[in-house]
């Protein structure tokens, strides 16, 4: 029977690699068959059923709901993390201008909005989870010297949403989940020791994304494809993108050489402005109206 069973998932799994699409239809009726005949238990053939739907899933696609959820998820377990900043002006005005961005990126809607926040931290950071998640501490606000600077910080993040980026990391470990789906759903029922340890592993997938997004941050090329991202936005809506190059100055002199957030998480400073200069070059000085310099002083104050 042990055969059997394991044979079943072998299946599954040799059909997903070959990129089966039916795999829960032919798995579930083998697996009816199997308990029918009194080969395998109710109970192992329910196993069997829920990791051949796994393995379909593999392939489809998320909607942009799945994408809501997983980051409303995510930005929950940031926010175990750090504490929300509850100023209500400065919120409105972080929201003001991240609304403004996003709606001029290629990705001007998802599935509930976009949506920005301030953390109550020194430590220079910001997070880009994905449904349209913007979170971006006190820290790296600033670092910020006007309002152009501030709008340079929100297009980037905009930037990683429009591009995919959290969403990549989770879809790049689909194939492991499924996996270890299997390993747990034989794990019930063989009571394989190894595979019980991988029922272990199965549980710390949430953990392994987290740590992607918080603790290790996304690929060098993915900040600067968002950095890139962010020079369009900003000039879309009319900002300048010189103050992408100020900011990343500003930060690169309040980052120390053991300090956390970005400069854990992301490529340095220097690094960043090399690679977006020839993109710079003919932005030109940005030019400040009254108007953005005034809002921006007075949510400062406070910030």
Do not use: W
């Amino acid at each position: 029977m042990r055969n059997l069973l394991t044979a079943f998932f072998i299946l599954c799994l040799l059909m997903v690699a070959q990129g089966c699409q039916t795999v829960g239809s032919v798995a579930s009726i083998g697996a009816d068959i199997a308990a029918a005949t009194g080969q395998i238990s109710l109970k192992q053939a329910e196993s069997i059923k829920r990791s051949a739907q796994a393995a379909g899933q593999a392939f489809e696609e998320f909607t942009p709901e799945n994408e809501y959820y997983i980051g409303r998820t995510i930005t929950a377990n940031i926010l175990n993390r750090y504490k929300v900043y509850e100023n209500r002006d400065a919120t409105v005005y972080v929201n003001l201008i991240g609304q403004t961005l996003a709606r001029a990126s290629d990705k001007p809607e998802t599935f509930n909005g976009y949506h920005f926040l301030i953390l109550d931290t020194d430590e220079i950071n910001a997070f880009a989870a994905p449904g349209g998640f913007i979170l971006v501490s006190r820290g790296l606000i600033r670092c910020c010297r006007y309002e152009d600077a501030l709008a340079a910080v929100l297009a980037h993040e905009v930037g990683h949403v429009q591009l995919g980026h959290g969403m990549g990391a989770i879809q790049a470990g689909r194939y492991t989940s499924l996996g270890r789906i299997v390993g747990v759903e034989l794990a019930k029922n063989l009571g394989d020791k190894q595979l019980a340890q991988a029922a272990e592993v199965f549980d710390g997938t949430v953990g392994d994304i987290m740590k992607t997004l918080v603790d290790t941050g996304y690929q060098s090329s993915q900040e600067y494809a968002a950095d890139k991202a962010a020079v369009t936005i900003m000039q879309r809506v009319g900002y300048n993108p010189m103050a992408l190059k100020d900011m990343l100055e500003q930060m690169a002199g309040r980052l120390g050489p053991n300090s956390g957030g970005f400069g854990k998480t992301h490529p340095s400073p220097q690094k960043r402005l090399q690679n977006i200069a020839p993109v710079l070059q003919e932005t030109g000085t940005p030019t400040i109206p009254a108007v953005r310099k005034t809002r921006f002083d007075r949510m400062m104050a406070n910030i």
